[in-house]
């Protein structure tokens, strides 16, 4: 817990906007910062474990929607 108290603390000096959620075991702060999304789950045990989803940089149009749609239709 104390980890966990420690980085959102850093998080809020730095004004980078986050998230809370509980999932699986785990307390999960969601990160949104310009071209990169962060999940960082801490766990009961003292793990933490970081999943960086990173941009290409490569900004699309209005008909990606339609292939985002495609792709989780049934």
């Known amino acids: ?4 108290i420690h980085f959102l603390d850093e998080l809020e ?15 999960l702060v ?7 999304r962060w999940e960082v789950e801490f766990f009961a045990n003292g793990e933490i474990e970081v999943e960086k989803f ?7 149009g209005k008909s990606e929607l ?4 495609e792709k989780f239709s049934d």
């Open 1 to 4: 817990m104390e980890s966990l």
């Open 13 to 27: 000096e730095r004004k980078i906007y986050y998230r809370l959620n509980k999932i699986r075991d785990s307390i």
């Open 30 to 36: 969601e990160i949104a910062v310009p071209g990169e």
């Open 54 to 60: 990173l941009s290409n940089g490569e900004i699309l």
């Open 66 to 69: 339609k292939t985002l749609s």
